[in-house]
């Protein structure tokens, strides 16, 4: 019930590049301070449950800092080492923007190409008007394919990027080609299709052979489905309370959008050819690389870039969350892996980022799933009613658009059955994220576990005018 709608959700929360401000480490401070400042940070992180996974720090071009906290496998107790790989998310990105510049440097495609010449089956104001342009700098229209009616993340059968063009080719224009930018996930699906048309094999081959070999990056890898995979870590849905649950739940991880895995290692040799040679793209490449209209800072020319060029890319989804960042100028490279959720990496790399200016991180506190369901558990279902926003503001957490914490939080009352707490919970959620499906269905099961037939009767009701043909609103009307 929860699986085949919320990977693809937290999709969404995940962003492509940031630029980052981080200075250089302050004058004075010995070394064995920042590490041990460092060091305290990622065991607050592990103990309070909020980080599990690698952190690399490298200052002119040399190791300054690492550490592995916490286990690539709980359920066998292996723990995390230098040497495990972990999911990156949209990280990936980045690295379809690369194979992209390396085909247009060869001229086998052009940025004013048309979707429709790569690509059959799309609507023809789709195929003639959206360009790989559009597709690179998230401006084509198309957004997330898991939002369209009748996308399965638990489709078994996906085995290359083209293989998710049925859902892209359903999709409608959110906005006129060229005339917006908003993040898209289909743009980057759609131009990993484009690069198997056009190389002829699996996205995932041509990623092997255009990067990861040429750099020898031997750990690292890519797969369509989350399934475990030998010497990487084992995602888990950290934002819940309870106990730990792995992401191999969820199916499909993405087709250029989302998919690689790697190892601070692998990402490191990837970092230092970025900045440092020309393996991958020339530096007029590489200027095009990092400007793009999602970005607030533009370059003229590589050169700039190389002076004072900061630069952090990031991804998440459920049991991923990745951060790499690069300040050219100080030749440092700083990389959070992480096998928890809920930007666990980003929030590590914030305080990291504090640390090396010489500043006081901001306290960890444990996520806000977890917070949620204390709050709800310690004070009750109707101070949870009256304060819920207040709570949330005055502890610094902001829901914005995911409303995954609300699920994981509700699914553990629902599973505990605790009926007035997970009422007070789903209508709290329904109120924010009145589109959402499952919060509804699961509004009307909280109200069944009260007895509450009439109003469990009318949530149901609600999801049939949401999404109608609805299996499981219809079962349970039929059954009440």
Known sequence: ??????????????????????????????????????????????????????????????????????????????????????????????????????????????????????????????????????????????????????????????????????????????????????????????????????????????????????????????????????????????????????????????????????????????????MNDGRLLSDDSKVQLVNEPLFEKQFTSWDEFKQKGRMAIAGGGPGVSAVIALNMAKKRVVIVLSNFDGGTAETIFERIAAVLNGDEPAPLQPSVGIFLYNLLIEKGADYFTANVDTELSQNGFDLGDDDMPLMFAGEVLIRDEKADEAVALFTYYTQKFPQIIVAWNDLGEAYLMKDNKAKAKACFQKVLELQPNNPYAQERLEKL
């Not at 449950?49 to 690399?56: A, I, R």
């Not at 559009?134 to 996308?151: I, W």
């Open 1 to 274: 019930m929860f699986a085949v709608h919320y990977y693809f959700r937290a999709m969404k929360a995940s962003f492509i590049v940031i630029l980052w401000l981080m200075a250089a480490v302050t004058p004075g401070w010995a070394q064995d301070n920042v590490q041990t400042k460092l060091d305290r940070l990622l065991i607050d992180g592990f103990e309070k449950k909020v980080f599990s996974g690698n952190v690399l720090v490298i200052e002119n071009e040399k190791p300054f800092y690492e550490r592995s906290i916490g286990m690539s496998d709980y359920e066998a107790s292996l723990p995390n080492s230098g040497e495990t790989a972990f999911s990156t998310g949209s990280i990936t990105k980045i690295f379809t923007r690369i194979l992209v510049l390396q085909l247009i440097a060869e001229g086998k495609l052009r940025f004013d190409d048309k979707l429709g010449k790569y690509l059959s089956g799309f609507k023809k104001e789709i195929a003639e008007k959206v360009t790989v342009r559009n597709l690179f700098d998230h401006q084509s229209g198309l957004l997330q394919y898991y939002d369209v009616p009748g996308f399965n993340p638990m489709e078994r059968s996906v085995t290359s990027a083209t293989d998710f063009l049925p859902w892209l080719r359903e999709e409608e224009l959110a906005f006129e080609p060229g005339t917006q930018t908003e993040y898209s996930n289909s743009g980057y699906v759609a131009l990993a299709a484009i690069i198997e048309t056009i190389e002829k094999k699996d996205y995932s081959l041509a990623l092997q052979e255009r990067i990861f070999n040429r750099l020898d990056m031997s750990k690292s890898g890519f797969q369509y489905k989350a399934e475990n995979v030998t010497g990487k870590a084992r995602g888990y849905l950290s934002n819940q309370p309870g106990p730990l649950i792995d992401n191999t739940q969820f199916g499909l991880v993405g087709g250029g959008d989302g998919g690689i895995y790697s190892t601070l290692k692998d990402l490191t040799k990837f970092c230092k050819s970025l």
